[in-house]
Each structure stands twice: as structure tokens, then as C-alpha cells.
Nanobody, 113 residues
Framework: QVQLVESGGGLVQAGGSLRLSCAASGIIFRLSTMGWYRQTAGKQRELVATITSSGSTNYGDSVKGRFTISRDNAKSTVYLQMNSLNLEDTAVYYC???????WGQGTQVTVSS
């Protein structure tokens, strides 16, 4: 059974930072591309970042230069370091194995002014 469990969301002031974590089980993590998406009410899920098994990364245009995705294969965990947060980053953030049906439950990130 595949499980993706996100943590680290919360309330932060604009300009601040948060780090999200996603612990994976039930997959061969070291061979898996992992990703983060986000969604706000009434909008489609938006790509935040992906990281391949070899460590290659890809970012959505709105987060380039501010967010960093990384992984720890020994811990089967993928991270999202979010810096210089702004109001538009407020969303539910989801961990996923891209192009699969595997999604986490989501973690809320709220940026306040």
C-alpha cells in the first residue's frame, strides 16, 4: 500500500520560510520521480516542483528561485524548502508520484500579510 504523508505546513508571514516534508512508503523511493503540486479553491492543481531519481529538478515558473526541492533516499522523504513566501503561495500542497494515482492528503500553507 502506497502512502505519501506530508508535514510542515502552517501559517507564516509574507517573506518568511517553511519546509515541507513528504514521507513515502510502499514504493521503491530511490527509483521514483517525486513531486509537489499545490491547489487553491476553484483552481486546478499547479506544478510546484519535481525531482527525478537522479536528482534533476524542475520548477513551476511562479516558484523558481524561491523554492527548492530535495530528497533523502535513505529516509524515503522528499522536501520542499520555500523561501520568500508571498500571499499567492497560500494553498494546499500535495506530494505525488507524478503520472501515477499516488497523492498525499495535502498540507495547508497560509501566508499572511
Amino acid at each position: 500500500q502506497v502512502q505519501l504523508v506530508e508535514s510542515g505546513g502552517g501559517l507564516v508571514q509574507a517573506g518568511g520560510s517553511l519546509r515541507l516534508s513528504c514521507a513515502a512508503s510502499g514504493i521503491i523511493f530511490r527509483l521514483s520521480t517525486m513531486g509537489w503540486y499545490r491547489q487553491t479553491a476553484g483552481k486546478q492543481r499547479e506544478l510546484v516542483a519535481t525531482i527525478t531519481s537522479s536528482g534533476s529538478t524542475n520548477y513551476g515558473d511562479s516558484v523558481k528561485g524561491r523554492f527548492t526541492i530535495s530528497r533523502d533516499n535513505a529516509k524515503s522523504t522528499v522536501y520542499l524548502q520555500m523561501n520568500s513566501l508571498n500571499l499567492e503561495d497560500t494553498a494546499v500542497y500535495y506530494c505525488t508520484v507524478p503520472r501515477s494515482s499516488y497523492w498525499g492528503q495535502g498540507t495547508q500553507v497560509t501566508v499572511s500579510s
